[in-house]
């Protein structure tokens, strides 16, 4: 299908490169089994070199999602790709993405090599990987500050080399939409149909979902993207932004992916209790406001027509029906089901907890929150976490 486009999920490892995302293995299985039913192509788990925590979680990731394509990391070199190859050992659908930055800039100050040696590191770099795996992709890193005849040679060569898929990533956050579709739309041109033209952008312009999608009308078919955006310094790519566009806008958008979107909502949930933080109130599709409405004439409008106000139906990205009013007199089941919907399964003694402390509330209310029912399902499970470290 030529509008299909592949995402390429990377909140376990982009992701988890930023402060106060450091995951644990069995919150990467966590994290991942959401991501898998969520419905991501690809799920990059980690960059096995790194450490061994890395290479653990790709090895339980693939091991457990066997007919997922699982990605791992590696510099361009011997060491990190015969890692990533033995970290994916045990994977049926393996991908093994090497990088190597192709910028000026880098070349000069980081790496302190010519653009002969570079290109020659990559293309070894990819032919290793293949001698592992037929599914390998090539980042030039830095990519959109590259002179562009040199990107084009060295897309060449490492499809060449074997490679399948050229990512080309806006690594500092640095491009404009308009100048990074013109890049893409050169590289697809060049590359034709020898491999899939990726995009992986960073927010440090807060661009990287409008680079992502101009990148997309230029002819990319994966998008690297984490969820919340969490990724080096600003972030990356909002998967759910991006997929929530295609949807909203296929007028304009007829893109298509296989994200099942009711999922997106509890996928954000988990990550934020996995890592440090949770996206800001006012974050597009995931933020505690993204479908509340405060002011009179919005909530009059609202009230009368919810198109008035909302582009986008809340349960279609999972967001429960905030009309489903919880008060003192609803039994154990609504709340199960409403704690499920906002992303937590719990068990018995949880859901106990919780009621009590549910039934309390509501005594003193006319009604609960959406919000108040989230920060007792923190304490509850805060609670359970406490008592099983005791
Ligand atoms: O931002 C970047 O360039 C990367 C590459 C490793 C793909 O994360
Ligand atoms: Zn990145």
Redesign the pocket.
């Known amino acids: 299908m030529a509008n299909r486009v592949y995402i390429f999920d990377t909140t376990l490892r982009?992701g988890e490169q930023s402060p106060g995302c450091s995951m644990t293995v069995p919150e990467k299985l966590q994290l991942a089994r959401k991501l898998v039913e969520l419905g991501v192509d690809i799920l990059e788990a980690g960059f096995p070199i790194a450490s061994e925590g890395d290479f653990q979680a790709v090895d339980a990731v693939s091991r457990e999602f066997s007919w997922v394509q699982v990605a791992a990391?590696a510099r361009a070199n011997r060491l990190d790709v015969e890692r990533a190859a033995a970290s994916l050992k045990h994977a049926r659908r393996p991908r093994i993405h090497t990088?190597l930055a192709t910028s000026e800039i880098h070349l000069k100050y980081k790496l302190k090599k010519s653009q002969e040696q570079v290109l020659d590191e990559a293309v070894a770099a990819v032919e290793l990987a293949r001698s592992y795996t037929d599914d390998v992709e090539f980042?030039a890193?830095?990519a959109t500050r590259t002179d562009w005849d040199y990107l084009e040679q060295i897309s060449r060569a490492v499809v060449a080399a074997g490679a399948r898929t050229v990512?080309l990533?806006d690594?500092v956050g640095y491009s404009v939409p308009e100048e990074y579709g013109a890049l893409i739309g050169r590289m697809v041109r060049a590359l034709g149909d020898s491999a899939i033209v990726s995009v992986?952008c960073?927010d440090d312009l807060g661009l990287a979902v409008a680079n992502s999608i101009a990148a997309v009308q230029a002819g990319a078919r994966q998008i690297?993207c984490t969820i919340n955006g969490i990724g080096?310094r600003a972030g990356n790519a909002s998967l759910e932004e991006i997929v929530m566009a295609f949807k909203t806008r296929s007028d304009r958008l007829p893109f298509e992916t296989k994200i099942v979107t009711e999922h997106i909502f509890a996928a954000s949930q988990l990550l934020s209790r996995t890592i440090t933080f949770g996206p800001q109130p006012n974050k597009a599709i995931v933020g505690d406001n993204a479908f509340a409405h405060e002011a009179g004439i919005h909530q009059d409008g609202y009230l009368k027509e919810r198109t008035t106000y909302e582009i986008m139906d809340p349960r279609s990205v999972g967001v429960p029906e905030s009309k489903l009013v919880l008060g003192k007199h609803s039994g154990r089941h609504a709340l199960h089901k409403r704690a499920e919907d906002l992303g937590f399964q719990l068990g018995k003694d949880e859901l106990d907890l919780l009621y009590h402390r549910f039934i309390a509330l509501a005594d003193r209310k006319k009604g609960v929150s959406n919000d108040e029912i989230l920060a007792l399902l923190h304490e509850v499970v805060g609670a359970k976490a406490a008592a099983a470290n005791d």
């Open positions: 982009d990391l990088f980042s890193e830095d990512n990533p690594t992986h960073h690297e080096e």
